[in-house]
């Protein structure tokens, strides 16, 4: 008789996740059953080695994780951003002055659309996506603005051993064409930073598995996000579109979800490896600030 094969397979390079395992210098809360965490008992400003091994291991665990009453400059989010990685640079929208790394998400009073107000992961037309964001808020809106986060390793749990196999087979073609050229849905966002103009880059076409392994757990998680996803490889569009959307669809769905409502001084850290997010664009009339920053990745497998 044969026997199904869990979607989790541990090697002796990749390290399994404990959720018994005992924190001692962070306080971490599960905020839904398959992802995301609020930690509490830290300062974000001044957080030594032995302290950052904590929230790392609670990150991998939970993928986003939720810190609230943080009062931070941009140079100290830099400093805690640093012990994830290298800072990435956003290409396509200026950064705060003398924070080369830190590019501010503004909403202002009477602006319409939203910058993120789509599921997608952050960069992922790039040749190395994002690692992973990290993101704080200055000012919200008294009601509305929430982030949804998305487990795609979840969503890629609940799949048949049928649908795994098939996916895992494909590829997809990734662009930042679809948001950030002169077509693009951004074309119609303002910022008050203004723009970047780097047609290059928007043109650009990376091919990323639809299905990829994540480097420090071993974990598979689908990945294919809608607005940066231009069809799958060595298909064409009205091929790919039914298969995207049925993988869209499924991904997003509500029991792989949680939601965050900001305040000021929250600060969120997700991984762009295994985690969708969509800010929800519910508060007309309102206005929101944001800093965000973006850590290096390597090229998905």
């Known amino acids: 008789m044969s026997q199904s094969v869990s979607s989790f397979e541990t090697t002796s390079d990749s390290p399994t996740m404990d959720s018994s395992v005992k924190y001692t210098k962070i306080r971490v809360e599960p905020t839904s059953g398959c992802i995301g965490a609020e930690v509490s008992g830290v300062d974000l400003a001044k957080i030594d080695d032995e302290t950052f091994e904590e929230i790392h291991r609670a990150w991998l665990e939970?993928?986003?994780?939720?810190?609230?009453?943080?009062?931070?400059?941009?140079?100290?989010?830099?400093?805690?951003?640093?012990?994830?990685?290298?800072?990435?640079?956003?290409?396509?929208?200026?950064?705060?002055?003398?924070?080369?790394?830190?590019?501010?998400?503004?909403?202002?009073?009477?602006?319409?659309?939203?910058?993120?107000?789509?599921?997608?992961?952050?960069?992922?037309?790039?040749?190395?996506?994002?690692?992973?964001?990290?993101?704080?808020?200055?000012?919200?809106?008294?009601h509305g603005g929430d982030t949804l986060f998305a487990s795609m390793t979840a969503a890629y749990d609940a799949l048949s051993p049928g649908m795994q196999t098939m996916l895992g087979n494909l590829n997809a073609v990734f662009t930042a064409a679809k948001v950030h050229s002169s077509e693009g849905l951004y074309s119609k966002v303002d910022h008050p930073m203004g723009k970047k103009k780097d047609e290059a880059k928007e043109q650009a076409r990376f091919i990323h598995p639809v299905v990829r392994t994540h480097p420090e757990t071993g974990r598979k998680a689908l990945y294919m996000d809608a607005p940066h996803v231009e069809r799958l490889e060595n298909m064409r569009l009205h091929e790919s579109q039914p298969l995207m959307d049925f993988i869209s669809n499924h991904a997003t769905s509500p029991q792989f979800t949680t939601r965050f409502r900001w305040q000021p001084g929250s600060l969120a850290v997700w991984d762009n490896r295994c985690v969708q997010h969509y800010a929800l664009n519910d508060y007309p009339g309102q206005r929101r600030e944001m800093n965000r920053i973006t850590i290096k990745g390597d090229v998905p497998y």
């Open 62 to 142: 939970h993928q986003v994780l939720f810190f609230r009453d943080q009062k931070i400059t941009p140079s100290e989010q830099e400093g805690f951003a640093r012990h994830f990685g290298e800072l990435d640079t956003y290409p396509f929208i200026p950064s705060l002055p003398d924070h080369p790394h830190v590019i501010p998400i503004v909403k202002e009073r009477d602006t319409k659309l939203n910058f993120g107000g789509g599921w997608h992961s952050d960069m992922s037309y790039q040749e190395k996506p994002s690692m992973a964001t990290i993101l704080y808020a200055l000012e919200v809106p008294p």
